[in-house]
């Protein structure tokens, strides 16, 4: 379940409404017997203005009550800034020796990309500008674009050079290298705890 939070309002006292209410907050230990007993537990999380509310395998009075709100991440990724978040099976496992068959990985594994509005626009934009810039130009900007290199965002910014290129070669252009992608994730800690107002 997704939304926003309305403006004008404190998004902190929707997180405080939405923790109290589907009783999200709970110890490992709690968590782990509600799994074994075959029940939901529930993990809310809010990036600015957009919350997610997620929920495990399993029945909660939630799933009941929005039921018409609910979407399977699997089928329905989370849109949100400008990223598309959803879950995906495993690919093929690669063999260690040649002797070895090939192994399916049939794990559910999150899967960050750009999302595809995102994306096209991009696209649009740098095929508008392709022969227009140095190539120091385009370089530099498609390295400072807010978007952190997840293998399939790594995927689909390189497939963005390539048709860059290809306007470029056809202009009698040198290339934008593959090294105006940046290759390193910046990690941030999730779930700190809010930050309190001094008068609290």
């Known amino acids: 379940m997704q939304g926003e939070v309305k403006e004008g309002k404190d998004p902190r006292s929707l997180d405080a409404k939405m923790l109290t209410k589907y009783e999200v907050v709970q110890n490992e230990h709690r968590r782990a017997r509600r799994k074994e007993r075959g029940l939901a537990n529930l993990q809310y999380l809010r990036f600015e203005r957009t919350w997610v509310l997620l929920a495990t395998e399993g029945s909660h009075p939630m799933k009941s009550e929005e039921r018409n709100q609910l979407k399977d991440i699997r089928e329905s990724p989370i849109q949100i800034a ?115 107002d001094d008068a609290a």
């Not at 399916?104 to 740098?126: C, G, N, P, Q, T």
């Not at 050079?161 to 306007?167: H, L």
């Open 82 to 196: 400008g990223y598309s978040i959803y879950l995906k099976q495993g690919d093929w496992k690669k063999k260690r020796t040649k002797e070895e068959p090939l192994v399916r990985d049939d794990k559910w594994h999150a899967r960050v990309l750009i999302s595809r509005e995102r994306y096209k626009e991009l696209r649009a934009y740098f095929l508008e500008i392709a022969t227009k810039r140095p190539v120091e130009a385009l370089s530099a900007e498609i390295y400072h674009l807010p978007f952190e290199c997840y293998k399939p965002v790594w995927r689909q910014l390189r497939k963005l050079i390539r048709v860059i290129n290809k306007k470029r070669k056809a202009a009698g252009m040198s290339p934008v290298p593959m090294s105006a992608i940046r290759w390193r994730r910046t990690i941030v800690k999730a779930f700190e705890p809010l930050e309190m």
